[in-house]
């Protein structure tokens, strides 16, 4: 597994910690909702931390009922400095937490959807302590030394774990969730190699394979040459 990926936070039950400790930051008296609902917003959709806290009302793409999507905006340098808009479905359950997150505070379109009770705006400052804290609080002295969940962007990792094992993980598949994750499928492979599924021997398709590196025509044996006396 590559470097930055923590094998515990994407296995199933390490995501399941990794959530206990968002119920505990939900626990708080002073920003607890705002930091929980941000936090979900990592652990359901896998946006990174910094995509989270850019998240305006207007990204936000709410249907009435059902999943929804949200827009990942990135400028690209260069000539017009151009804007990178990246669709990333959000489930209902998240939806949820959003619209009422923004009616919760009459936000407008323009409004960043995470802000503190006191108007300030979030920062990685302040959500990287919280996070710490309720590492503190949750986990057990073995997790506490151990790599899960040592950074929120954990909970990113995940989700997008519990995107590829719950698929066919065919090639398109692969390509679905690494544009959902904003990263090239070489990139998705290579950090997530243990959450994709190796094919046993026998249900490897030979017959399908050899017939598809057949070369029609080609001569399988060859004609004995006259040695030169």
Same mark, same amino acid.
């Given at each position: #597994?590559?470097?930055?990926? &923590? ?5 199933? +039950? ?7 400790? $968002? ?7 002073? &920003? ?5 609902? =941000?936090? #979900? ?11 989270? #806290?850019? @998240? %305006? ?7 009435? +009922? ?10 690209? %340098?260069?000539?017009? &400095?151009?804007?990178? $808009? ?8 998240? #939806? ?8 919760? %505070?009459?936000?407008?379109? &323009?409004?960043?959807?995470?802000? @503190? ?12 302590? !919280? ?7 949750? @986990?057990?002295?073995? *997790? ?20 590829? %094992? ?12 690494? +544009? =959902? ?6 990139? @998705? !492979? ?19 394979? +050899? ?9 399988? *044996? ?8």
């Amino acid at each position: #597994m590559a470097a930055g990926t &923590d094998e515990e936070d994407l296995l199933p +039950e390490g995501r399941q910690r990794l959530l206990s400790l $968002v119920d505990w930051v939900a626990e708080r008296p002073k &920003d607890g909702l705002v930091l929980r609902n =941000f936090l #979900m917003s990592i652990a359901l959709a896998g946006l990174r931390p910094t995509e989270a #806290m850019a @998240l %305006r009302v207007r990204d936000v793409v709410l249907p009435d +009922e059902g999943a929804g999507v949200l827009l990942s905006r990135t400028l690209v %340098r260069g000539a017009g &400095d151009a804007e990178a $808009v990246r669709r990333v479905p959000a489930r209902p359950d998240l #939806m949820a937490i959003l619209k009422a997150e923004i009616a919760r %505070r009459d936000l407008g379109p &323009d409004d960043a959807v995470f802000v @503190l009770d006191d108007g300030r705006p979030l920062t990685a400052t302040i959500y990287r302590r !919280v996070w710490r804290q309720a590492r503190a609080a949750v @986990l057990e002295p073995h *997790e506490i030394d151990s790599p899960l969940g040592r950074k929120v962007s954990s909970l990113r990792d995940a989700c997008i774990a519990s995107w590829l %094992r719950n698929g066919d993980q065919t090639a398109a598949h692969i390509v679905a969730v690494a +544009e =959902f994750a904003g990263m090239s499928a070489p990139r @998705l !492979v290579d950090r997530f190699a243990h959450c994709l599924r190796k094919p046993t021997w026998s249900a490897i398709p030979w017959d399908r394979l +050899e017939a598809a590196l057949d070369l029609p025509g080609l001569a399988l *044996e060859t004609k004995a040459t006259a040695r030169r006396p």
